[in-house]
């Protein structure tokens, strides 16, 4: 198409662009290199677009303009130079997102994180004794009277817990897992992989969808170390299925004395349905029903920093913590610092509730979702004006792969613009500052207050005005 090459041919060049204001207004602040990197990338980036156009009309919206070019490389500079580790506003209602962090801490653990930071602690040393101690003593007495355990370890995620589980009490040895429990979890957790590092040999028994005790029995020979259950935290078998409960499972590993361990992912401290929230088993439950060890996340449901622990029998937690991988699976400081000062909040569950951000946010009351959406309405229709604003209802969910069925209702704040396409609009608002994470449904923008935390309704509004109207 001769228009299409006469476009390109327009294209301004490199030198051109770079004096533009946008990037002469950032110059002395930003590297030239990254300037001349983010210029052809703009250039690029408009000539990719002549090229995927398939209409004159489409062409001349382009709005090929060495300024328009400037502007876009202007925000790719800064995001870029100005970029690493940054908070940002979560409106996607998901609440343990793993790409974002999952749980936000409660101020008392942030607290916790800052005093110890800059400054000496007791780390391993006891202060009654003047003796040396294990750092972990300063949570594991916690965890074991918040769970009912006889000890407890804690390492670096729940991954590297179900790690040491299986290099310990099974390498060169089986392991029998149910087919239906072999699970996979985002980032490359996969059973089958964690077992082979481990060094210890996956039996798998049952099908997907049915498993008995008979199952289990006929794979047990003398080369066995344990009955691993895994819990299925990111999605459900339903239908014609069959599992061994917790119990029976025990029940089958005393008779021929081999220890039941169980990974249960995301691992409550205590039961939420009553706020209407799927039953998930308890920790204390698992360890109630004679489960020798079970493992868990500290940054899912529990609300903590990102750990692993495990709890259980007293012998059996001494050989993970004699195996030398749980020197190189060790926590560090602000951990520690973390995770006991959220444990602490769990002596009292309405505590909890109120202190703990993810308990706060799974627990919230839907007409205060509403009261708090229908206020950002009102200050976004005012400041933003521009475009279609609406109250819907919606769902929240849980993410990081725990309840994958919970439904959260909830509302949602929908936005259309006239001129800008969502995915345009999302983008913006990713460059934002800080950066807003949303939602799009079918060409709308949707904010779910649920997982946006008090008080950054205000940054709201300065975000989505900014990417509104750019030019002002
Ligand atoms: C999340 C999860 C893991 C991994 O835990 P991390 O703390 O993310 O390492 C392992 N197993 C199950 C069942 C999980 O749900």
Not at 10 to 37: W, Y
Not at 39 to 68: M, Q, T, W, Y
Not at 188 to 194: A, T
Not at 341 to 369: F, Q, S
Request: charged letters at 25%; aromatic letters at 4%.
């Amino acid at each position: 198409m001769d228009v299409k090459n006469s476009f390109l041919r327009a294209l301004p060049a490199v030198d051109r662009i770079l004096q533009e204001e946008p990037l002469q207004k950032i110059a002395n602040r930003i590297p030239h290199g990254l300037l001349l990197e983010v210029s052809r990338e703009s250039i690029d980036h408009f000539r990719e677009k002549i090229i995927a156009s398939s209409s004159g009309e489409e062409l001349e919206n382009l709005a090929i303009d060495p300024a328009v070019i400037a502007a876009e490389a202007a925000e790719r500079a800064r995001l870029r130079f100005f970029s690493g580790l940054r908070h940002v506003i979560n409106a996607t209602g998901v609440i343990l997102h793993t790409n974002l962090g999952r749980a936000p801490l409660a101020e008392q653990a942030i607290h916790a994180v800052t005093s110890t930071a800059g400054q000496y602690s007791n780390l391993e040393l006891s202060l009654e004794s003047g003796r040396r101690d294990s750092r972990l003593a300063h949570v594991e007495g916690l965890v074991c009277t918040l769970t009912g355990a006889e000890a407890s370890l804690i390492v670096n995620n729940n991954a590297a817990a179900v790690l040491l589980l299986l290099n310990t009490l099974a390498r060169d040895r089986e392991v029998i897992v149910s087919r239906g429990q072999l699970v996979e979890i985002g980032g490359g957790f996969r059973v089958p992989d964690v077992m082979k590092a481990s060094g210890a040999t996956l039996v798998e028994v049952g099908t997907t969808n049915k498993c008995y005790r008979h199952d289990y029995e006929r794979a047990i020979s003398d080369r066995t170390a344990l009955l691993l259950k895994v819990h299925t935290s990111n999605y459900r078998i339903i239908g014609f299925t069959e599992e061994v409960s917790r119990k029976e499972l025990v029940s089958l590993g005393r008779q021929v004395g081999l220890p039941v361990v169980e990974d249960l992912g995301s691992g409550a401290f205590y039961d939420l349905t009553e706020y209407g929230l799927p039953p998930e088993p308890t920790v204390q439950e698992c360890l109630e029903e004679g489960v020798g060890a079970v493992s868990f996340s500290g940054d899912k449901i529990l609300g903590g920093p990102q750990a692993g622990i495990i709890v259980g029998d007293r012998d059996l937690i001494r050989r993970l913590r004699d195996n030398q991988l749980s020197r190189a699976l060790r926590v560090d400081k602000l951990t520690i610092a973390a995770m006991e000062a959220t444990l602490r909040l769990y002596h009292d569950h309405e505590k909890a509730r109120c202190e703990i951000p993810v308990l706060g946010m799974l627990t919230a009351d839907t007409r205060d979702l509403k009261a708090r959406a229908d206020r950002l309405l009102r200050r976004l229709k005012q400041q933003v004006k521009a475009g279609d604003w609406q109250i819907m209802k919606g769902t929240s969910c849980v993410g990081g792969g725990a309840m994958p069925l919970a439904e959260l209702p909830t509302y949602l704040i929908s936005y259309r613009s006239g001129d800008i396409s969502a995915e345009e609009l999302m983008k913006r608002l990713r460059w934002g500052d800080p950066p807003l994470i949303a939602r799009v449904h079918q060409e709308h923008l949707l904010l779910d207050l649920r997982t946006v935390l008090p008080g950054q309704e205000e940054e709201i509004v300065t975000v989505m005005m900014k990417a509104v109207n750019p030019g002002e």
